[in-house]
């Protein structure tokens, strides 16, 4: 193995003079005050190596040894990930208990002892590659299946399976020959390297399904597809991550990872004290069970910050490999860029827009194509879908993580401090935010058989009336109630009973929170068919008073149960109330 000296030390940029071949990306410890800290090689020039050190630097001295370990980072992929706490480089932190991580100290990602119930899917004389399904264990309620490891180039011929039975995971399940005849032990555990997409798939068709949300403003107005790719950006304290919860609550996916990378102090005590006391609504079990969080210590540098969305879309792929559905989150990216930014800085390349590195542009995008829908060798669809918040200093939507992550994600839920600060939640902007889904005619049909036919036109619709009602008051602004006619009070009440019914959503109501898209579709024709009957107002006193009544008994409906009497007896006083008009 390659070794090293350090030589200079800016924070946690450090100098390294190297005595042989190093790589990229390579992973290397740093021997300081008698730990061993880990470090990335971010820049090799000639017998210099840049790295940056996962851990605080304090007491580093030039002289100090380097120990390149010929890898990249890579984590651990077994049965046990769910349910866990890791950090970017997989540390257990619940099995640290707690926050602070000792300097230098690694934890083990996974439970070496434990014993998973093994039942075999391949056979003696099969011929498999790397991700063909050896075998599954029953982890929480998922089949999680063995696969070949991925690393492993070539056909092999299945020499035996182990026999249904408890397992470790660093039991050999199977045990393969390669085209020479060599033969190769095979456990439940791979190691995948987190920044180099593993292409574990035949091919990526285009997303054509919905992922439900349950989020009104999301399926309904701007949905997300399934192996699709969206993002938030708002201002602090606009909802992103109220937002995101509720998604990972509701969201009809088989496996949630979760990266927190923290935007204030006390949020990540909070992932750990609340995130675990959820209940999941599909399993009647905790959500956790089906959850892996990544989550930024306080006391973590920078650098170890920028792994922790690579790890979690690389838990992401491993579950998408087995044919699940993953939703992969990450609250908020702009830590991830800020964390390229200062690597950027250190090592003095020339900066680009507010001193992000040049390809910050191309990072993004090449870690958003990583999601998507995935067909297996075997004929079977996986998926992992990616949501991720922005926060854009001051809310400026035309700085460069912004801009660069609008190039790379196919939704963008923009959050308004307006109407956050009119308390209209979640204050996802319904005119400036996009689904491009919309435009693939194969969600376009999907849509038509999975909720409505014609649903794509009547959302075009929807918005078309919330656009005409804002610009309708606009002019109400200017001149005055009395100075416009009553078709623009009408067109500007028509608006509002869309945006209070269906764009609003109260995500602390246990029933509102979330609705299932059959009552999305019951709620949205019920209000276009109210938006499309004429009307003849007496005078724009009585157009307000009709739409906010009709407002608040619709508000009723959303906080009733589906389909309960309650919800029954609003939907009649609706009825009465139009028809005695
Ligand atoms: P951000 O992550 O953008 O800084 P938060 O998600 O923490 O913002 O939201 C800030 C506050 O806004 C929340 O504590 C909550 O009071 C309110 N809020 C956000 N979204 C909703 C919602 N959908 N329903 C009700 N209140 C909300
Ligand atoms: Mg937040």
């Not at 909720?451 to 804002?470: C, F, H, L, P, Y």
Request: net charge negative; glycine share 8%; with cysteine.
């Amino acid at each position: 193995m390659t070794k090293g000296e350090v030589q200079g030390i800016i924070s946690n940029m450090v100098t390294v003079r190297v005595d042989g071949p190093v790589a990229q990306n390579e992973i290397c410890y740093v021997r300081a005050e008698g730990v061993d800290l880990m470090a990335e090689v971010i820049k090799v020039v000639g017998e210099r190596a840049y790295i940056q050190v996962y851990d605080s630097t304090r007491g580093l001295r030039t002289g100090d040894r380097v120990e390149f370990a010929g890898h990249m980072l890579e984590v651990e992929l077994a049965p046990g990930l769910l349910s866990r706490i890791y950090d970017g480089l997989q540390n257990d932190l619940v099995a640290m208990e707690g926050l602070f991580i000792e300097r230098g100290m690694r934890t083990a990602p996974l439970d070496y002892e434990m014993l998973w119930e093994f039942e075999p899917l391949a056979a003696a004389g099969d011929t498999v590659s790397a991700g063909s399904w050896l075998g599954r264990v029953r982890e929480q309620w998922i089949d999680h299946k063995i696969m070949m490891p991925f690393m492993m180039a070539g056909r092999y011929e299945v020499r035996s399976v182990a026999p249904e039975g408890s397992y470790k995971i660093t039991d050999t399940i199977a045990v393969v020959a390669d085209a020479e005849g060599r033969e190769h032990n095979i456990t439940m555990v791979q190691r995948w390297p987190v920044k180099m997409p593993i292409r574990a798939y035949v091919d990526k068709p285009r997303p054509s399904r919905i992922m439900e949300t349950g989020v009104r403003p999301i399926d309904t107005f701007n949905p997300l597809a399934e192996g699709g790719t969206g993002f938030i950006p708002g201002p602090f304290g606009a909802g992103k991550t109220v937002l995101q919860h509720a998604i990972s609550k509701q969201a009809d996916a088989d496996i949630i990872v979760f990266v927190a990378c923290g935007e204030r102090a006390n949020e990540v005590v909070e992932i750990f004290t609340d995130f675990p006391k959820l209940d999941d609504p599909r399993t009647g079990h905790k959500l956790m069970d089906r959850t892996t969080i990544i989550c930024n210590t306080s006391n973590m540098p920078v650098a170890a910050r920028e792994a922790s969305v690579y790890t979690g879309m690389t838990i992401g792929e491993y579950y998408r490999s087995m044919g699940l559905k993953v939703l992969v989150l990450a609250d908020s990216t702009s830590r991830w860029a800020q964390a390229l930014r200062e690597m950027s800085n250190r090592l003095e390349e020339l900066p680009g827009q507010d001193a992000f590195p040049m390809d910050l542009s191309a990072t993004i995008s090449n870690f958003y194509a990583r999601a998507g829908l995935v067909r297996l060798e075997n004929g079977e669809t996986g998926s992992v879908t990616f949501l991720g918040t922005v926060s854009p200093a001051g809310g400026n939507l035309k700085e460069p993580v912004t801009e660069s992550t609008k190039k790379a994600a196919r939704c963008f839920y923009a959050l308004s401090q307006a109407r956050a600060d009119s308390k209209r939640y979640p204050a996802i902007d319904p005119l400036d935010s996009y689904s491009k889904y919309l435009e693939y005619p194969e969600v376009v049909e999907y849509l038509d058989r999975r909720v409505e036919q014609d649903w794509a036109s009547m959302v075009n619709r929807s918005k078309t009336i919330v656009r005409r009602g804002k610009e309708a008051n606009d002019q109400i602004n200017i001149l005055g109630d009395d100075g416009v006619p009553l078709e623009y009070h009408e067109r500007f009440w028509k608006s509002e009973l869309i945006d209070f019914v269906i764009l609003q959503q109260d995500a602390f109501d246990k029933t509102d929170a979330n609705t299932p898209f059959v009552r999305q579709r019951y709620m949205l024709n019920l209000v276009l068919g109210i938006c499309d009957r004429p009307y003849e107002f007496s005078g724009f006193e009585q157009c307000a008073t009709f739409f906010k009544t009709l407002i608040n008994t619709l508000r009723q409906m959303n906080y009733s149960e589906w389909e309960s009497e309650r919800f029954a007896e609003y939907r009649k006083e609706v009825d009465d109330f139009i028809n005695e008009l």
